[in-house]
């Protein structure tokens, strides 16, 4: 069972990281009018590089486990839920928590190992590889692949996209 301390660790955390999702989605003319008033009004130009896709899909993603977690959390917490979808709840909620910090472990890997930025998302046993480049090289594809690959014992569904 859960007890309240982890339970309030894991409500701030989530708290926390909406926040930030949240901030980091804000558009910068809205930014800067909360920072600076209403005074300045310029045009501003948005250019996309190439990592702002990148980013743009972990923004993506981690609105989607934030809000996953906050519906495993309401589960846990929930006195009508029978203790098996509580058991249940909190094995999917230790699992996604093992799974972001596997996706982070990936990313750190394949920028060390072939020094390339990379989003990593992991659903069960398929994993989805997105490379920061646009030449589209597939030995490289097929070296990020037994690199993952290596780090696990059962076979993963590996996909490799190169934006």
Same mark, same amino acid.
């Given at each position: 069972?859960?007890?309240?301390?982890?339970?309030?660790?894991?409500?701030?955390?989530?708290?926390?990281?909406?926040?930030?999702?949240?901030?980091?989605?804000?558009?910068? %003319?809205?930014?800067?009018?909360?920072?600076?008033?209403?005074?300045?009004?310029?045009?501003?130009?948005?250019?996309?590089? +190439?990592?702002?896709?990148?980013?743009a899909?972990?923004?993506?993603?981690?609105?989607?486990?934030?809000?996953?977690?906050e +519906?495993?959390?309401?589960?846990?917490?929930?006195?009508?839920?029978?203790? %098996?979808?509580?058991?249940?709840?909190?094995?999917?909620?230790?699992?996604?928590?093992? @799974?972001?910090?596997?996706?982070?472990?990936?990313?750190?890997?394949?920028?060390?190992?072939?020094?390339?930025?990379?989003?990593?998302?992991?659903? %069960?046993?398929?994993?989805?590889?997105?490379?920061?480049?646009?030449?589209?090289?597939?030995?490289?594809?097929? @070296?990020?692949?037994?690199?993952?690959?290596?780090?696990?014992?059962?076979k993963?569904?590996?996909?490799?996209?190169?934006?």
């Amino acid at each position: 069972m859960i007890n309240k301390q982890s339970m309030w660790f894991l409500t701030l955390l989530s708290l926390v990281l909406v926040l930030g999702i949240y901030y980091v989605t804000m558009p910068n %003319e809205m930014m800067r009018s909360l920072i600076h008033g209403e005074e300045e009004k310029e045009d501003v130009q948005v250019n996309v590089t +190439e990592g702002d896709t990148l980013i743009a899909m972990r923004a993506n993603r981690d609105e989607e486990v934030a809000l996953e977690i906050e +519906e495993l959390e309401s589960i846990l917490t929930s006195e009508t839920a029978s203790s %098996e979808e509580k058991n249940n709840a909190f094995n999917e909620l230790k699992l996604l928590n093992l @799974n972001i910090g596997k996706e982070e472990e990936l990313e750190e890997k394949l920028e060390s190992d072939f020094g390339i930025k990379s989003y990593i998302e992991i659903n %069960e046993d398929n994993i989805k590889v997105v490379i920061n480049s646009k030449e589209h090289d597939a030995t490289l594809a097929n @070296n990020i692949m037994r690199s993952i690959q290596s780090e696990y014992k059962e076979k993963m569904y590996i996909t490799v996209q190169f934006e």
